[in-house]
């Protein structure tokens, strides 16, 4: 490992009250730097980042005490537009119940692992770092939580399309559509090869078949009951079919991420196990929870670092940027209301 000196390092503080850059400091010739700083609030969430070609990196948040070694240690990577393999370690889909005009609510997780030592940036000509297939009669598409922020996903002629740089380790990226109640049974589309895949489906008479699935234990997240299915090392170009029967009775599916999510976390043991089964490689997956303080603190960071380093934005940028941080800002506050963040 390299060190990188007279790099810029930015100190954090992100909380519900106000958000933004602390203070900054230049590494010296080693790639060490100290920033003092006093934590100001009992809600707040402070942490490091630095820029490096053209790719912001930051550390996890920093600790109630003082930060040494791994705590404030930035890695950062070389760059590249060349093609970069983005490996598909799990694969979550939910399938929601019927809704009033009979579409259903799909939700999809893909934990995706880049394994080589550069990080993957958009290249020419508008070429996605990352990109797979989606259902062509898709709709209503939306982007939630997750490691890549809806400014740099794009759904388009039956892909979804990802812009944003994709660094070594894993991400993760979630989002939604609705099909039609005409498109059952549907056939998922699986591009690239899954390493875990996990099915959820809220009818009680709703079957998920190919790939090797198999069904689980059904599971109950936030009130609602899903059957489970199951399935290891599902090959590029295999069919899975979601049979979902009759139309259910209608339900809201505003706490739809959540429900996905929190299956996910209880994925991470099928993943892990799956994964550590190669024996040249150990993947560790974090699957983070909705509205988890210092994951939405990160991403206002985030937004703050690309719209600072943007020279001379627009108009109709500045108003995207305050929309977006506001949002972000509402969601922190309910978030740390509902959690304790040391600082």
């Given at each position: 490992m390299l060190t990188v000196g007279q790099a810029w390092v930015t100190l954090h503080r992100v909380a519900a009250d106000s958000s933004g850059p602390v203070?900054?400091?230049?590494?010296?010739?080693?790639?060490?730097?100290?920033?003092?700083?006093?934590?100001?609030g009992?809600?707040?969430?402070?942490?490091?980042?630095?820029?490096?070609?053209g790719v912001a990196y930051f550390t996890a948040p920093l600790p109630p005490r003082n930060a040494?070694?791994?705590?404030?240690?930035?890695?950062?990577?070389?760059?590249?537009?060349?093609?970069?393999?983005?490996?598909?370690?799990?694969?979550h889909l939910v399938v929601s119940a019927s809704s009033v005009d009979g579409r259903r609510t799909l939700v999809e997780v893909f934990e995706l692992s880049n394994d080589s030592t550069v990080t993957a940036v958009a290249g020419a000509k508008g070429r996605a770092t990352w990109s797979a297939p989606v259902s062509p009669n898709g709709r209503d598409f939306q982007v939630g939580q997750s490691d890549i922020g809806a400014n740099a996903v794009q759904f388009r002629d039956g892909r979804v399309l990802v812009y944003a740089s994709i660094s070594p380790g894993i991400r993760q990226i979630a989002f939604s559509y609705?099909?039609?109640?005409?498109?059952?049974?549907?056939?998922?589309?699986?591009?690239?090869?899954?390493?875990v895949f996990e099915v959820l489906m809220e009818d009680p008479g709703a079957t998920a078949s190919g790939g090797g699935l198999t069904e689980q234990q059904p599971v109950s997240l936030e009130g609602r009951t899903f059957r489970r299915f199951l399935g290891q090392?599902?090959?590029?170009?295999?069919?899975?079919?979601i049979n979902v029967g009759a139309p259910?009775?209608?339900?809201?599916?505003?706490?739809?991420?959540?429900?996905?999510?929190?299956?996910?976390?209880?994925?991470?043991?099928?993943?892990?196990?799956?994964?550590?089964?190669?024996?040249?490689m150990r993947v560790v997956v974090h699957a983070p929870l909705v509205d988890d303080?210092?994951?939405?603190a990160r991403e206002v960071a985030e937004l703050d670092d690309a719209f600072e380093r943007v020279a001379a934005p627009s108009d109709a940028e500045r108003d995207a940027y305050r929309q977006r941080r506001d949002e972000l800002k509402t969601r922190l506050a309910a978030a740390l209301a509902k959690e304790e963040v040391p600082v």
């Open positions: 203070d900054s400091v230049r590494t010296d010739a080693h790639g060490r730097y100290s920033i003092r700083y006093k934590p100001v009992g809600d707040a969430v402070y942490f490091a980042s630095s820029t490096y070609s040494t070694g791994d705590d404030g240690e930035i890695t950062v990577f070389d760059t590249t537009s060349a093609p970069v393999r983005i490996e598909t370690r799990g694969r609705s099909v039609p109640a005409s498109d059952f049974p549907l056939e998922i589309p699986i591009g690239d090869p899954v390493s090392n599902v090959r590029s170009g295999a069919k899975l079919i259910t009775a209608p339900r809201g599916n505003r706490m739809l991420y959540v429900t996905v999510v929190s299956a996910a976390v209880i994925m991470v043991l099928a993943l892990g196990f799956a994964l550590t089964r190669r024996r040249s303080a210092a994951h939405i």
